[in-house]
T-cell receptor, first 117, second 115 residues
Framework: AQKVTQTQTSISVVEKTTVTMDCVYE???????LFWYKQTASGEIVFLIR????KKENATVGHYSLNFQKPKSSIGLIITATQIEDSAVYFC??????????????WGLGTSLVVNP | GPKVLQIPSHQIIDMGQMVTLNCDPV?????FYWYKQILGQQMEFLVN????????KSKLFKDQFSVERPDGSYFTLKIQPTALEDSAVYFC?????????????FGPGTRLTVL
């Protein structure tokens, strides 16, 4: 079965610290792509970072990085030096298949992050 | 960055009526998507659309649902007739290319309330 699970409903941190958000997934495909999106208070959904299942190296974009543990089917998002404006709901999502496949995104429930001064 | 617009932001209608949700995708994008998010639940894929055709749809995309993009105008999701369980936020997305790597750009959503 295809499934994405985010167990943390809400996280609160102090700014400038590092936060990790968990995500585990289920898939039967050997090839898949994992994404993290952010939904701001205005409702805007923004793509943050992607991990390809065949890549061993963890993806990094700006102050976002991933902790990809394939044997555990886990793809954690790490935000370093958090800022107030990082406050949002963070969604983990998965897409199965190969590069040319236009398959659907399967979403987790989201983790609400609050960054306090 | 590129913006996807959705009109209206909120829509309240009576059960059984027809509703059309409008999406103005990024101008050079060719692939279009609708997702549905019921309050407190995860976002779920409804349908994707390319070159005038539905490419893939989920079991949530009931017979009462239809999509189209006539002459490069809005990409629309029509529900006729609506049911109470259609109440949700509907997100439109578009991407320039297809494929599993294609970055989808999302609109802010339309909150549909069916009474």
């Amino acid at each position: 079965a295809q499934k994405v699970t985010q167990t943390q409903t809400s996280i609160s941190v102090v700014e400038k610290t590092t936060v990790t958000m968990d995500c585990v997934y289920e898939t039967r495909d050997s090839s898949y792509f994992l994404f993290w999106y952010k939904q701001t208070a205005s409702g805007e959904i923004v793509f943050l970072i992607r991990q390809d299942s065949y890549k061993k190296e963890n993806a990094t974009v700006g102050h976002y990085s991933l902790n990809f543990q394939k044997p555990k089917s886990s793809i954690g998002l790490i935000i370093t030096a958090t800022q107030i404006e990082d406050s949002a709901v963070y969604f983990c999502a998965m897409r199965e298949g190969n590069v040319g496949d236009n398959s659907k995104l399967i979403w987790g429930l989201g983790t609400s992050l609050v960054v306090n001064p | 960055g590129p913006k996807v617009l959705q009109i209206p932001s909120h829509q309240i209608i009576d059960m059984g009526q027809m509703v059309t949700l409008n999406c103005d995708p990024v101008s050079n994008h060719l692939y279009f998507y609708w997702y549905k998010q019921i309050l407190g639940q995860q976002m779920e894929f409804l349908v994707n659309f390319y070159n005038g055709k539905v490419m893939e749809k989920s079991k949530l995309f009931k017979d009462q649902f239809s999509v189209e993009r006539p002459d490069g105008s809005y990409f629309t999701l029509k529900i006729q007739p609506t049911a109470l369980e259609d109440s949700a936020v509907y997100f439109c997305a578009s991407s320039r290319t297809g494929g599993a790597l294609a970055e989808q750009f999302f609109g802010p959503g339309t909150r549909l309330t069916v009474l």
